[in-house]
C-alpha cells in the first residue's frame, strides 16, 4: 500500500459536501484545484461552495468547524471518513471531500499557524537530506530518475522491510497502464523532484529516448562550462591586497539601524567578509526576497571597503532607488569618516560634475548611481567594491562594462529573483551564492490572486483597502491610457484620491507625486513598472495589475514585494484579458472551470502559475529556479535566456554542468 507522507501546507482548499461535487472523484479536484480557487472570485457557486484557509489567517476553531458544517461537513468523534470534521483543542482535523486525506488545522491566538496533511511523521524518525528533497510532493508530480529519465510520483510503499519509491513511467506501446518503477531507498540519490515545464515529456521505460537527451543535455552544458570558464579566466587569476576587517565599525554600524539584524544577516555579512579578506577578488552573487535586508549587507561591505581607502561603486537601476540608497547610506554612515554622493539624473549640471571630480580625485568614497556611472567621463581613482542592485534589471553588456573598469576589483550581486545566467554561474561553483532566507520579525506575505479581470473585483479591492486606512498601487503600462483608468476610477470610487506616475514625467513631477503618495495625500497610484524598485512605504497593502501577462516573473515578483512591508495583511491582484464569450454562462459552475483552464501563452501561463505557487515569504529563490528551468541557463557570452534545462530539470542540468566545469578545469 502506497504511504501517505506528512506535507506541510501554506493553503488549503475545501469544497462543500453536495452531491454535484462528490460525484466528481479526488483526481478531477486535483487538476481543478487551482481553477476552483480562481473561480470563488467570478462565479457565485464556487463563492459559496468552495472554502480557502490559509497560514495567517484569522480563525478560530470553532469559526473553521461553523464554515465546515455550513459547506456540509458532518461532525464526527473521529475523522474516519470523507466529509467529516472533529475540534481537539486548537486543531481542527476534516476530511475534504477534494483530497480524501485528513486535513489538520492548527489556529493559536486567534490566527491559523499551521497546516499539515497525511499521517504525521514522528519527532523521532529520521528523514535524510534526499529525502527531504520529496517531503512536499504529491502523487503526479514530475521526477527525474538519472538512468530512466522524467516520470511521476507515486508515493512511497514498504515492501519487505524495504522502502520503496514508487515512479510511475509512460504506458509500453499497445497498452493503456502506466509502467511502475520502484526505486529503493538506497538509491534515493539517482532521484530528483522535476521543476521547469508544465507538463514535460514522460519517458518510457526501456527506450534509448531518454539516453540520448541526456547525452545532448551534457554536450550543451560542457560548452556553456568551456564559455563561463574563459569568461571567468581573468577574474580567476587576478589578486589584489586583502582586507581587514574592521569588526568594531561595523558593530557600531549594525547598533545604529533601527533594527536587529536577522541570524541570516549576520551570516551573510561573514561570508562577504570571508571574501574580502582573501587576495583573490571576491564574486559573490547575494539572493534575498524584497525586504529582507540586503541593503544592510551592501552597507557592512561598502563600509569595510571604504575604510581600507578603497573606493566602492553601487549601481541600481533606477533614479528612484539611487535617491532611496543615497538617502540611507548617507544617514547609516554619517558617524563614519566616509563620503557618499549620487549620480544619476536627479543632479544638475553642477552637481554633476563636482560628483565627477569627487570620484576622479579619490574624494568620495562611495557613489550611488544608475547607467550614469557607466559614462566614459567617470574615472574612478582606486575602485575597490562593485555592488550591483537589482542585477536582473541590468543587461550582460552594462555589467561587463562595469567590470572591465578594475578587473580586480570585488563584485557583490544583489538580487530578489536572479537572471537565469547568474543563478546557473553560482550554482556551478562559479561565482559564490550567499542567501537570506529569513524573513524580518513581524512580517507577512502578501496573498496572491491571479485571476481574468473584473472591474467589480478591482473597485471591491480598491474601496476595502482605503476603507481600512490603506493605500493601493495600481499597475497599468499603458501611458496613453493612465487618464482613462482615472476617469473609470473617479466614476465608481468619486472621493478616492488618485494620481498618476510614469516615466516619461519630468523628475520633479516624479518626486512631487512620490513625496505626496509617501505623505498620504494620493490614496491610488496609478503607475508603471517604474515602482518595482524604490518605494518602501508600509501603509500602501494593495497591489492591482491591470494585465499580468506582460510581465516578467521577476518583475512581477518585485512588484508584489512593493506591499507587504509591515506586519498588515496586503493583497496581490494579478489580473489578465477576459476571454468569457457573450454566451457561456459565468453561473454555469462547470462552465465557469471551463473557462478558467482555457490557457493563455504558455509562457504567460508558466509565470502567473509560479506566482500562485510562491505566495510565501522568501519566494524569490524559488522563483529564481523556476526562471531558471523555464527559460533556460542560457549563454553567458550573449543574451538569450532559452537552454536545455528544461529537457532534463533543474537538478539534472546543475550536476551535468558541474560535472562538465570539473572536466574542464581538470584538463586545464
Request: with cysteine.
Amino acid at each position: 500500500m502506497v504511504a501517505t507522507p506528512y506535507v506541510r501546507l501554506d493553503r488549503a482548499l475545501i469544497v462543500a459536501r453536495i452531491p454535484l461535487l462528490e460525484d466528481k472523484g479526488v483526481l478531477w479536484f486535483r487538476r481543478q484545484e487551482r481553477n476552483i480557487i480562481r473561480a470563488r472570485f467570478i462565479s457565485t457557486f464556487w463563492n459559496a461552495h468552495a472554502f480557502v484557509i490559509h497560514v495567517g489567517a484569522e480563525e478560530t476553531p470553532d469559526s473553521i468547524i461553523e464554515k465546515l458544517l455550513s459547506l456540509g461537513y458532518e461532525r464526527t468523534p473521529n475523522v474516519e471518513r470523507t466529509g467529516t470534521c472533529t475540534k481537539r483543542g486548537g486543531i481542527v482535523m476534516v476530511v475534504p471531500i477534494n483530497t480524501g486525506q485528513i486535513l489538520h488545522v492548527e489556529c493559536t491566538h486567534r490566527t491559523i499557524t499551521s497546516i499539515w496533511t497525511g499521517e504525521k511523521i514522528s519527532a523521532h524518525s529520521k528523514t535524510t537530506a534526499h529525502e527531504k528533497k520529496f517531503t512536499g510532493l504529491v502523487a503526479g508530480d514530475y521526477v527525474v530518475h538519472r538512468d530512466h529519465g522524467i516520470g511521476r510520483w507515486n508515493g512511497t510503499l514498504d515492501r519487505n522491510g524495504t522502502r520503496y519509491f514508487a515512479i510511475a513511467y509512460a504506458p509500453p506501446q499497445g497498452r493503456t497502464e502506466a509502467d511502475m518503477l520502484y526505486v529503493p531507498e538506497s538509491a534515493i540519490e539517482k532521484l530528483t523532484p522535476y521543476i521547469g515545464f508544465r507538463s514535460p515529456t514522460v519517458h518510457r521505460l526501456g527506450t534509448t529516448t531518454w539516453e540520448r537527451t541526456v547525452k545532448k543535455t551534457s554536450h550543451d552544458a560542457a560548452l556553456f562550462a568551456r564559455a563561463l570558464l574563459e569568461s571567468h579566466a581573468r577574474r580567476e587569476l587576478a589578486s589584489r591586497h586583502s582586507i581587514h576587517i574592521d569588526h568594531h565599525a561595523d558593530h557600531l554600524l549594525a547598533s545604529g539601524a533601527s533594527f536587529n539584524r536577522t541570524r541570516a544577516q549576520n551570516r551573510v555579512i561573514s561570508e562577504i567578509f570571508h571574501d574580502m579578506t582573501h587576495a583573490r577578488p571576491m564574486n559573490r552573487l547575494l539572493i534575498g526576497d524584497v525586504g529582507f535586508g540586503k541593503t544592510e549587507a551592501a552597507l557592512a561591505a561598502a563600509l569595510q571597503m571604504a575604510l581600507t581607502g578603497a573606493q566602492v561603486a553601487i549601481l541600481v537601476p533606477t533614479t528612484v532607488l539611487a535617491e532611496q540608497h543615497a538617502e540611507t547610506f548617507a544617514s547609516r554612515l554619517a558617524e563614519f569618516p566616509v563620503r557618499t554622493a549620487r549620480l544619476s539624473r536627479l543632479e544638475n549640471t553642477k552637481e554633476e560634475h563636482a560628483v565627477i571630480k569627487g570620484i576622479a580625485n579619490g574624494s568620495i568614497d562611495i557613489c550611488i548611481g544608475t547607467h550614469r556611472m557607466l559614462s566614459s567621463d567617470v574615472q574612478w581613482k582606486k575602485l575597490g567594491l562593485l555592488i550591483i542592485d537589482e542585477e536582473q534589471r541590468f543587461g550582460v553588456k552594462v555589467k561587463e562594462t562595469l567590470k572591465t573598469l578594475a578587473s580586480a576589483c570585488d563584485v557583490l550581486t544583489m538580487s530578489a529573483t536572479p537572471l537565469p545566467r547568474t543563478l546557473s554561474m553560482a550554482i556551478s561553483d562559479l561565482t559564490s551564492m550567499s542567501a537570506l532566507d529569513e524573513a524580518p520579525k513581524g512580517r507577512i506575505a502578501p496573498h496572491t490572486f491571479v485571476l481574468p479581470y473584473s472591474g467589480e473585483i478591482v473597485t471591491t479591492a480598491i474601496k476595502t483597502e482605503i476603507d481600512r486606512g490603506g493605500q493601493v498601487y495600481v499597475l497599468a503600462n499603458h501611458i496613453r491610457k493612465m487618464a482613462d483608468y482615472m476617469k473609470e476610477l473617479s466614476a465608481t470610487l468619486p472621493r478616492v484620491q488618485c494620481n498618476i506616475l510614469h516615466g516619461q514625467l519630468h523628475e520633479t513631477e516624479i518626486a512631487r507625486v512620490m513625496h505626496e503618495f509617501r505623505a498620504g495625500h494620493i490614496q491610488v497610484l496609478i503607475s508603471t513598472t517604474i515602482i518595482e524598485n524604490g518605494i518602501d512605504l508600509a501603509n500602501a497593502n494593495t497591489l492591482i495589475v491591470r494585465d499580468a501577462s506582460l510581465l516578467g516573473l521577476a518583475e512581477a515578483h518585485q512588484l508584489r514585494g512593493r506591499i507587504g512591508r509591515g506586519n498588515v495583511e496586503s493583497f496581490a491582484y494579478f489580473f489578465y484579458p477576459r476571454r468569457l464569450t457573450a454566451h457561456a454562462s459565468p453561473t454555469d459552475p462547470m462552465q465557469v472551470l471551463a473557462y478558467l483552464d482555457k490557457k493563455e501563452t504558455p509562457k504567460s501561463l508558466q509565470r502567473l502559475d509560479v506566482l500562485e505557487q510562491t505566495q510565501f515569504l522568501g519566494a524569490g529563490a524559488d522563483i529564481a529556479y523556476r526562471d531558471l528551468e523555464m527559460r533556460g541557463a542560457g549563454n553567458v557570452l550573449g543574451r538569450e535566456q532559452s537552454g536545455s534545462a528544461g529537457q532534463v530539470g533543474l537538478h539534472l542540468y546543475t550536476q551535468l554542468l558541474e560535472e562538465a566545469v570539473k572536466t574542464l578545469r581538470g584538463k586545464k
